[in-house]
């Protein structure tokens, strides 16, 4: 009995397939056709993606979890999206890196991601248009901003259009599971500080040395069997690496969040996220009256960064994150007067919250 209700359990799974495959090409062909009706025009949609991805997690009735579906989802509209053009995405390399997974979370992984030697080579090549956007690291829930990415958004003309949020695994990696003690252990400043507790308990007098990426930890580890690189999944898979100890960092919820950067501009969904840059006059209060505009407006602030601004001794910039976009009143209500007391003011891109 048993056997035979296997059976149609089978039989039924292989018909859905047909029908999923179906739909599937379905949905291909009218992406293929608003291709053709766009005419060369610009085919990603930040916000139509966060519309789909936040109407399958609503409608989802189980029992696969509201992620799990909208991950599917993601890839499928990756791949109807390559058939119009592969987009090209640039990331701090090597490849292996937290932002190519970053990249590849947002875009899927029909969009080819083009690994570039720092943030600002990756900055240009989306500048020149040699590449259409450009993944980069702002801020770790652990370690705080990222001041590269923070600087080059107050000169780049490149608009903010979508973000990012990835939780982050450090593993203590190793080019075999049989090594004796590690005489050096690499990774990332970032994710040394990051494991730092853990390193203190159990290589304590192991020597640390930052490198350039935790890539480039992992492919020095898979050169050298007497050292150890923290790194993350993706690095221990592209170099062939044994994990000898995983989820070493210290913080449970270590979390990084990226910004995706563009030529575009956003409209809203109605769950949106404005980034601007601003300075304070120099006088008493100055601070206090960038603030002051957007609470009276009632409008949420969800980050308050200040920066050197490199222009002079003493001198600084503050990043604003707030909810909502420039086109609702509240939020426009805000910038005006925020352009009318501050010394500069510049709105580095208003684009949906991360849905996954």
């Not at 058939?83 to 990331?91: D, H, R, T, V």
């Not at 575009?264 to 996220?273: A, N, R, S």
């Not at 003493?314 to 909502?324: K, L």
Request: contains cysteine; aromatic residues 6%; negative net charge.
């Amino acid at each position: 009995m048993s056997d035979e209700l296997l059976k149609q359990h089978r039989h039924a799974i292989d018909d859905i397939d047909a029908q999923v495959l179906e739909l599937l090409n379905q949905r291909a062909g009218h992406a293929r056709a608003i291709g053709e009706i766009k005419g060369g025009g610009i085919i990603y949609r930040p916000e139509r993606e966060a519309e789909v991805l936040r109407r399958v997690k609503e409608r989802n009735p189980g029992p696969l979890p509201g992620e799990s579906v909208a991950r599917l989802f993601r890839e499928i509209m990756s791949e109807c999206l390559a058939l119009e053009k592969p987009l090209s995405i640039a990331f701090l390399g090597p490849e292996g890196t937290f932002t190519q997974a970053a990249a590849v979370k947002h875009f899927g992984h029909a969009a080819h991601t083009i690994a570039c030697a720092s943030i600002d080579e990756a900055f240009r090549a989306v500048e020149s248009r040699t590449c259409d956007y450009v993944v980069a690291p702002v801020e770790n829930s652990t370690e705080g901003a990222v001041g590269r990415t923070l600087d080059l958004m107050v000169s780049s003309p490149l608009k903010v259009c979508g973000e990012v949020i990835l939780r982050i695994h450090h593993h203590l990696l190793r080019q075999r599971a049989d090594a004796p003690p590690p005489r050096k252990v690499y990774s990332h400043a970032q994710s040394l500080a990051q494991c730092h507790e853990w390193l203190n308990r159990h290589l304590p007098d192991v020597e640390r040395v930052s490198v350039a990426s935790n890539a480039e930890a992992a492919r020095l580890a898979s050169e050298d069997d007497t050292v150890a690189a923290i790194a993350g999944e993706a690095a221990a898979e592209r170099f062939q690496l044994v994990r000898i100890a995983g989820s070493i960092e210290d913080e449970p919820n270590n979390t990084t969040r990226f910004l995706v950067l563009g030529h575009q501009e956003c409209v809203p969904t109605g769950h949106d996220k404005t980034s601007i840059v601003c300075s304070a006059q120099n006088r008493p209060g100055a601070v206090h009256s960038l603030l002051a505009p957007i609470a009276q407006a009632g409008v949420s602030m969800t980050k308050f960064e200040s920066r050197p601004s490199r222009t002079g001794l003493w001198e600084y910039v503050f990043f604003i994150d707030m909810e909502g976009h420039p086109d609702d009143s509240h939020v426009t209500a805000a910038l005006n007067e925020l352009r009318r007391c501050a010394a500069f003011v510049k709105v580095l891109g208003a684009y949906p919250t991360a849905v996954l």
